[in-house]
């Protein structure tokens, strides 16, 4: 297991390229399971969390080969192995779930352990079960496996209670090999969804309305071979941007896409950092530290819950009182104890965090030995980190292996003073 060393107390400065996104990856990866047809994915980024999926593929019936020279991964087809996703893959990758739309839309058949991965809530499963028996499956549960059968899906009418990118996602790849029409209303909106619908509609699926919150797909649908470039990836985006801000910097970012960063602009604009953007590059420049500011995670096009932990290490460093309510996960706080490790004044009152600049009082972060808890946790503490004084380790990185590339390179080519060891 590797732990990060970090230096800190350096303002980053320079220009790094933002990988492909993550969160449209995975998906995308999981839908091939719809067609025999050979696919070829750019952009594809070099994590953990991708590795796994190839992996899960690979035993479902795909042969993937990944090139993380040219980020390229080319997809065939061969006999399924089997048609179960087992414990020991989805216990470390909640996205594994999106696995089972496609393989019982295609299979009629499929076995998916209830997933794993970060501890930041329950994130139950049960409207992606609930829109696929409105399909036609039939469900049941043993020994801590979903078992799915539908000899044949049927369009339906699927209204989600509450806003779900997976579910959202799951029903719409299931949802291409139905007969007839379906209508996902109260769909997730994100970025990720459009990027996943724009593949599909490569391969041949008839699909409107993405996007926007009611989502339209006809089928079924004859697939066909076709070429896709994953779009950037909007956290790994916002992280950077906040790195720069967090140290007073000065950076730059190129190939990302800055209107699905809009959110995390303003918020940084708001905090008194200047931004600007051209075509495919982010500016930051830092003006001092951050104002207060108060903000509430919410659904896309709202700030995103993945960018709560950074924006709260970077308001920790800033002048003021400001307050953060987490809307979308009810445990998403476990990086707090983390931060007041490192000097950091933070008080909790149920979903909402009051954070008291240190600034304000002349203080900063200061150096610690902090553990990560998930993903973006991990992001935040790395953050923290590049703005202490001292010395500061970060142990269990291996989440951030699962969303971030080559994290520590790509900060020092920013000038920071960070690296890897082995516990």
């Not at 076709?226 to 190939?255: K, V």
Request: proline share 4%; aromatic share 6%; glycine share 8%.
């Amino acid at each position: 297991m590797d732990k990060l060393l970090i230096e800190g107390a350096t303002p980053l400065t320079g220009n790094i390229e933002i990988s492909g996104s993550k969160n449209a990856t995975l998906p995308i990866l999981f839908s091939t399971l719809l067609t025999e047809k050979k696919c070829t994915l750019k952009n594809v980024p070099d994590l953990m969390d991708v590795h796994t999926s190839i992996k899960l593929l690979n035993q479902l019936g795909k042969f993937l080969n990944y090139d993380s020279q040219t980020h390229t991964v080319e997809v065939e087809s061969s006999s399924p192995h089997t048609f179960e996703a087992p414990y020991d893959l989805v216990r470390t990758m909640r996205a594994s779930i999106l696995v089972l739309g496609p393989m019982l839309a295609h299979y009629g058949s499929a076995k998916v352990s209830l997933p794993g991965g970060c501890s930041i809530g329950t994130r139950p499963v049960d409207l992606h079960l609930e829109a696929l028996k409105k399909l036609g499956a039939k469900i049941k549960f043993e020994e801590g496996y979903i078992h799915a059968q539908a000899k044949k899906l049927k369009g339906a009418l699927i209204h989600f209670k509450n806003v779900s990118v997976g579910a959202t996602e799951n029903t719409l790849m299931a949802a291409t090999l139905a007969e007839g029409m379906t209508t996902i209303s109260n769909a997730a909106c994100e970025p990720e969804i459009v990027d996943l619908a724009l593949f599909l509609k490569k391969i041949g699926a008839k699909i409107e309305g993405e996007g926007t919150p009611t989502i339209l797909i006809y089928g079924p649908t004859n697939f066909q071979s076709a070429n896709h470039t994953i779009i950037p990836d909007r956290i790994e985006a916002g992280t950077y941007l906040m790195a720069g801000a967090i140290t007073g910097g000065n950076i730059t970012l190129s190939n990302g896409c800055p209107e699905h960063v809009q959110a995390t602009l303003q918020a940084l604009k708001d905090c008194g950092f200047v931004v600007s953007t051209k075509n495919k590059t982010i500016q930051l420049k830092s003006e001092g530290p951050p104002s207060a500011l108060s903000v509430s995670t919410a659904p896309y096009p709202g700030f995103a819950t993945d960018m709560q932990a950074q924006l709260m290490a970077l308001l920790s460093t800033g002048v003021g009182r400001s307050q953060i309510l987490e809307s979308i996960f009810e445990n998403r706080f476990m990086h707090v104890p983390e931060l007041l490790r490192l000097g950091a004044d933070i008080q909790l009152q149920g979903n909402t965090a009051f954070i008291n600049g240190l600034s304000s009082t002349g203080k900063n972060f200061s150096g610690a030995t902090v553990m990560a808890t998930d993903l973006r946790a991990s992001a935040c503490l790395v953050l923290a980190g590049l703005a202490a004084s001292g010395k500061t380790t970060v142990r269990r990185i291996y989440h951030l292996d699962r969303g971030y590339e080559k994290l520590e390179l790509k900060l020092q080519a920013l000038g920071a003073r960070v690296w890897r060891e082995k516990e």
